[in-house]
Structure formats: C-alpha cells, structure tokens
T-cell receptor
Framework: AQSVTQLGSHVSVSEGALVLLRCNYS??????LFWYVQYPNQGLQLLLKYTSAATLVKGINGFEAEFKKSETSFHLTKPSAHMSDAAEYFC?????????????FGKGTRLHILP | DTGVSQDPRHKITKRGQNVTFRCDPISEHNRLYWYRQTLGQGPEFLTYFQNEAQLEKSRLLSDRFSAERPKGSFSTLEIQRTEQGDSAMYLCASSPRTGGNYEQYFGPGTRLTVT
C-alpha cells in the first residue's frame, strides 16, 4: 500500500525566507509523486510532479522538489516566500505502473507567511 | 479547455435527505475521479470511471453512495439518507490518460453540510 507523511501540519515562514515543506512516502512500486496547493474554498492545483525522469523537479510559482529514493523523501522548497504562497499544500503519491490510478494524499501542511 | 466544473458549489441539507452532485470533466478526458475531503484532512479517493465504466470503489463508499457516468461524459454522485458524517468537500477530477499526460485536473469542489 502507498502512503505519504507530511511533517508539520502548520509551517510559518517570514516573507522572503526559504520555504521547506517535508514529505516522506511509502511505496512498494516505483511511485509518481505530486505536490498540490489548495487555496481557501477552492479545488487543488498541481504545483509539480515527479514521474521517474529528473529527480529535481521544477514547478509553478518558483517551487521545486527533489526526489530522494534513499530517503524516501520528496520535500518541497521555494527560495523566497511571498505572501501569496499562504495556502494548504498536499503531497501525494500514485502507482507509476498504473499511471493515473487513484492518488493518495497526505494530510496537508498549512503554510503561513509572516510579514 | 474550460476546466472541470462541479455543481452545486455548496449544499446544505438536513440529515436523512438525499443529495446529488454533478461533475463535468474536461472535454474528451476519459477518466473521472471522485474524492472526499473532510476538514483538516487531505482528499480521500472514493471511486473512478474509465469512460462510462466504474472501475474501482473505495471502502469509504458505503451503500448509501452511488456514482454514475452514463454516457462517459458528466458524472453524478448521489448520497442517500445523509448523515452528519457526510459533511465534507466532494472533489471531482478528470484525466486524459493519453499522450503521456496522466495528470488529474481538479474541479472547485462541492461543499456539503448536513445539519
């Protein structure tokens, strides 16, 4: 069975500071990994995805994530936080062999940006 | 593409009533997914369709829940005899599953409140 664990349900960073949201995954098969963002009362928007190509994945809005198989991690980073980054972020995993099979989401990390 | 749309956006109902939600996927996306998201949690998979065929149902989908996609285009999710525990955001997603694009595109969700 696949799962993801997001460390920290709430993370606060100052505007302009580094953003680091942690995600560890568990999968018995090669995974696809995703980061989604959700703004209040809205659906999910894909930030970036890892699909077994480059281990460093660049996404929208200046975010990137690095797939580390040895650490089973897929942490999300952004060099400089902006007020508009305040939102809920979800790490997710799916079964690569089954391509777009169901996605398993973590519980989410709410990112707060301090002025 | 106009994106995935869901209707209604909000629904308040009394316990014991039946409710039906509609999802219109992106045109020509042959896979359609339903997820449920409760407060403070990540989305949880409920079921998905390949065209009009329902291929998988989660254990979360009790016999009070039924989903259809009669012509392989829009889908409906019905909940019979609603309970307070059904209060959640119901998210729909669609995927083209062609040309190497397996991304799931999410709609804005339907927020259900059972009083």
């Amino acid at each position: 069975a696949q799962s993801v664990t997001q460390l920290g349900s709430h993370v606060s960073v100052s505007e302009g500071a580094l953003v680091l949201l942690r995600c560890n995954y568990s999968s018995s098969v090669p995974p696809y990994l995703f980061w989604y963002v959700q703004y209040p009362n809205q659906g999910l928007q894909l930030l970036l995805k890892y699909t077994s190509a480059a281990t460093l994945v660049k996404g929208i809005n200046g975010f990137e994530a690095e797939f580390k198989k040895s650490e089973t991690s897929f942490h999300l980073t952004k060099p400089s936080a902006h007020m508009s980054d305040a939102a809920e972020y979800f790490c997710a995993v799916s079964d690569q062999a089954n391509r777009d099979d169901k996605i398993i989401f973590g519980k989410g990390t709410r990112l707060h940006i301090l002025p | 593409d106009t994106g995935v749309s869901q209707d209604p956006r909000h629904k308040i109902t009394k316990r014991g009533q039946n409710v039906t939600f509609r999802c219109d996927p992106i045109s020509e996306h042959n896979r359609l997914y339903w997820y449920r998201q409760t407060l403070g949690q990540g989305p949880e998979f409920l079921t998905y369709f390949q065209n009009e065929a329902q291929l998988e149902k989660s254990r979360l989908l009790s016999d009070r829940f039924s989903a259809e996609r009669p012509k392989g285009s829009f889908s409906t999710l019905e909940i019979q005899r609603t309970e307070q525990g059904d209060s959640a955001m119901y998210l729909c997603a669609s995927s083209p599953r062609t040309g190497g694009n397996y991304e799931q595109y999410f709609g804005p969700g339907t927020r259900l409140t059972v009083t």
